[in-house]
């Protein structure tokens, strides 16, 4: 009795070249491992989302861009450092091709900092380098970020959201000085770089 032949029939390969059942079974296990990724990502993201409070650039707070400069929040003179009853600071800022208004903030270090941005035109960027503070500014929406700084210095604040032909020129500063150096303000008081 002869054997049946395989089919197809089995010719040894020649070197270098792995049988098919081979590849497939590498396959499968590449499959695997990309899908494990993927579910490990998911769970990084859901669970930081939920535990860390992760959240959109902007607090989705809304504004009306066409009418920042008549009055309220970001009228120009409630721009820069505001002292609250708690110690704590408030920074205002407006984005616009191609600057930010004030161009240098004062706040003390040590202190908690919450910086408020709202655009009048497109989006831009506000990133403070060694730091936690990077968001979106856009236009409609103020963005709000809360941070602390634990060493003085001047801190450069370069626009990092591409808005235009001006964009790599748009810098504007913040001046976190030793507590001794920062001098209250009253309520209604703000304070910048450029007036001291
Ligand atoms: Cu503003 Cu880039």
């Known amino acids: 009795m002869a054997d049946t032949p395989p089919d197809p029939p089995q010719r040894p390969l020649p070197d270098g070249i792995v ?65 609250e009853r708690d110690g704590s600071l408030t920074v205002r800022l407006i984005g616009g091709q191609y600057g930010f208004a004030p161009a240098c903030t004062k706040v003390a270090v040590d202190t908690p900092v919450k910086f408020r941005l709202t655009s009048t035109d497109v989006i831009h960027g506000f990133l403070l380098p060694s730091t936690n503070v990077n968001t979106m500014v856009v236009p409609g929406f103020v963005a709000e970020v809360r941070t602390t700084f634990t060493r003085p210095g001047i801190y450069r604040m370069p626009c990092n959201e591409f808005c235009g032909a001006g964009h790599h020129g748009m810098w504007a500063r913040v001046s976190v000085v030793p507590k001794d150096q920062f001098q209250s303000l009253a309520p209604t008081e703000r304070s910048g770089c450029v007036q001291q």
Do not use: C, K, Y
Request: proline letters at 6%.
């Open 19 to 83: 049988p098919a059942d081979v590849v497939a079974r590498t396959e499968r296990r590449w499959l695997g491992v990309m899908v494990a990724m993927l579910v490990v990502m998911m769970a990084v993201i859901v669970l930081t989302g939920i535990t860390h409070a992760i959240s959109p650039p902007s607090n989705v707070e809304t504004i009306d861009p066409t009418t920042l400069h008549l009055g309220g929040e970001f009228a120009e003179s409630n721009l820069g450092t505001a002292q």
